[in-house]
T-cell receptor, first 114, second 107 residues
Framework: EAQVTQNPRYLITVTGKKLTVTCSQNMNHEYMSWYRQDPGLGLRQIYYSMNVEVTDKGDVPEGYKVSRKEKRNFPLILESPSPNQTSLYFC?????????????FGPGTRLTVT | RKEVEQDPGPFNVPEGATVAFNCTYS??????FFWYRQDCRKEPKLLMS???SGNEDGRFTAQLNRASQYISLLIRDSKLSDSATYLC????????FGQGTELSVKP
């Protein structure tokens, strides 16, 4: 089954404790992206990657890091989480070869930083 | 001005009603347009792409007006299962998501 998986689905942590949210896709997609979704603000892009070892900042990259060492994986790293990073996070992937630009989203990770 | 703007709603309609959502975008060079559906706090899923000539998929009709820079989504004969948030998405070099319009269909 074609899918994007994220782990963990729910996470409560404390300020300053480093965490990683994993994202993996099995569709051989070149493009992967991380979004955060907050009430009234919609989906905002954090980072994206066009292919292995190619990453770039989105609209709200501060406080986040990513890496793309393998095509299928695109982890999101919060080195020192703060309460303003409490949010719902989605990973997404798409094929650059298809003109539809359809993005396939993971199920989401609900993060709470206290 | 936001790059993509939608009426947040909520739109509360009875079953069988026709409802229309509008979305405006600021980048006149935008090339492609989409409507996504998001059920309560779940992942967004592509509902339909929006073509210049307009397109229809069953009860759903999408239209694009490049001159006025807006796209629309029309849902006819609303079903309870249509209750969701509808996200307007514009590709102007990167995908920009609107805030979403919440639809609640009541019996």
């Amino acid at each position: 089954e074609a899918q994007v998986t994220q782990n963990p689905r729910y996470l409560i942590t404390v300020t300053g404790k480093k965490l990683t949210v994993t994202c993996s896709q099995n569709m051989n997609h070149e493009y992967m992206s991380w979004y955060r979704q907050d009430p009234g603000l919609g989906l905002r892009q954090i980072y994206y990657s066009m292919n292995v070892e190619v990453t770039d900042k989105g609209d709200v990259p501060e406080g986040y890091k990513v890496s793309r060492k393998e095509k299928r994986n695109f982890p999101l790293i919060l080195e020192s989480p703060s309460p303003n990073q409490t949010s719902l996070y989605f990973c997404a992937s798409s094929s650059l070869a298809e003109s539809s630009y359809e993005q396939y989203f993971g199920p989401g990770t609900r993060l709470t930083v206290t | 001005r936001k790059e993509v703007e939608q009426d947040p709603g909520p739109f509360n309609v009875p079953e069988g009603a026709t409802v229309a959502f509008n979305c405006t975008y600021s980048n006149s060079a935008s090339q492609s347009f989409f409507w996504y559906r998001q059920d309560c706090r779940k992942e967004p899923k592509l509902l339909m792409s929006v073509y210049s000539s307009g397109n229809e998929d069953g009860r759903f009709t999408a239209q694009l007006n490049r001159a006025s820079q807006y796209i629309s989504l029309l849902i006819r004969d609303s079903k309870l299962s249509d209750s969701a948030t509808y996200l307007c998405v514009v590709n102007g070099g990167k995908l920009i998501f609107g805030q979403g319009t919440e639809l609640s269909v009541k019996p």
